[in-house]
């Protein structure tokens, strides 16, 4: 139509495409059907053991589905290359207590990506590592040796190189198990910020039914097997270009009330 602008923020990004995976003779998830949209926001819910962690392992490539076929933005993953357009925090990562980075450098780390190896970090970058060690409670921590912290501090460390980056799609596995709840409020802020503002497109493994309920709703949109996908898009599909321009008016609003500002 002439005049009309297509803004297509709507591509799917993930599909799982009869999906079904067994460990031995063991079947853990079994055709499972479900595609992610750019900006969609997902809560993966269900009980210990239904395939949380095993779906999140095939999407990031580190086991392959028995059966089915798994795209990333629109590419066969067997040929997806494009990795630092994903970020993965694992559920648990232990680290090396000999491991000589700071914290700062840890989280510096996620932006030297394969690409941007030999650039140098920008005043922009450095705004971005802040904001992201400010949200997970870090800041006067930067200087110290990650390897000396505890559980709950590295955790913490892992996330903001994780948001640092702002990797179009964030996978999270359990993210805020172990950390305090002052830096899971930082963090829940900071996260719903990038998804709203920034069109981040996020995958969340959850227990935190709270917080899943109060932000994706009280209904998942699709299961299977005990697996239950709580869905939020960031806008209805007609008003893309809306969200887009009620950005800048909105960031720094919802950056100070979070209290990230
Ligand atoms: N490497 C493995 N070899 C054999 N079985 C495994 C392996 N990893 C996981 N399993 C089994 O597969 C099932 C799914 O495990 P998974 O870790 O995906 O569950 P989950 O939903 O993430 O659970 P939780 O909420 O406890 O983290 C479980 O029964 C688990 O015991």
Redesign the pocket.
């Known amino acids: 139509m002439p005049g009309t602008k297509t803004v297509n923020c709507h591509n799917n990004i993930v599909e799982f495409d009869d999906i079904s995976f067994s460990?031995?003779t063991?079947q853990?998830i079994k055709k499972l059907n479900f595609h992610v949209l750019e900006r969609d926001f997902i809560g993966l819910i269900?009980?210990?053991?239904?395939?949380?962690?095993?779906?999140l392992r095939m999407l990031v490539g580190l086991i392959k589905p028995t059966e089915g076929d798994i795209r990333l933005f629109g590419e066969p993953i067997r040929q997806f290359r494009d990795w630092e357009r994903i970020g993965y925090v694992p559920?648990k990562n232990s680290l090396n207590p000999l491991f000589p980075a700071t914290v700062r450098e840890v989280v510096l780390s996620g932006l030297y990506t394969k690409k941007k190896l030999y650039r140098r970090l920008t005043k922009e970058d450095m705004r971005r590592c802040d904001d992201a060690m400010e949200a997970m409670r870090i800041t006067d921590l930067a200087k110290r040796k990650i390897g000396e912290l505890s559980g709950g501090q590295q955790q913490r460390v892992f996330l903001a190189r994780a948001i640092a980056n702002s990797p179009e799609l964030l996978i999270l596995?359990?993210p805020t198990v172990g950390i305090d709840a002052e830096s899971q409020a930082g963090f829940f802020n900071m996260i719903r910020h990038m998804h709203l503002h920034h069109h981040m497109t996020f995958i969340m493994?959850s227990?935190d039914m709270e917080m899943m309920r109060a932000y994706l709703g009280s209904e998942p949109v699709a299961s299977s097997g005990g697996l239950k996908f709580y869905v939020k898009h960031t806008h209805e599909p007609e008003n893309c270009e809306e969200t887009d321009l009620a950005h800048s008016t909105s960031t720094s609003k919802e950056l100070e009330l979070s209290g990230i500002k």
Do not use: F, I, R
């Not at 269900?46 to 779906?55: A, D, E, I, P, R």
């Open positions: 460990y031995g063991k853990v269900g009980s210990n053991g239904v395939g949380k962690t095993t779906l559920q596995d359990e493994v227990h």
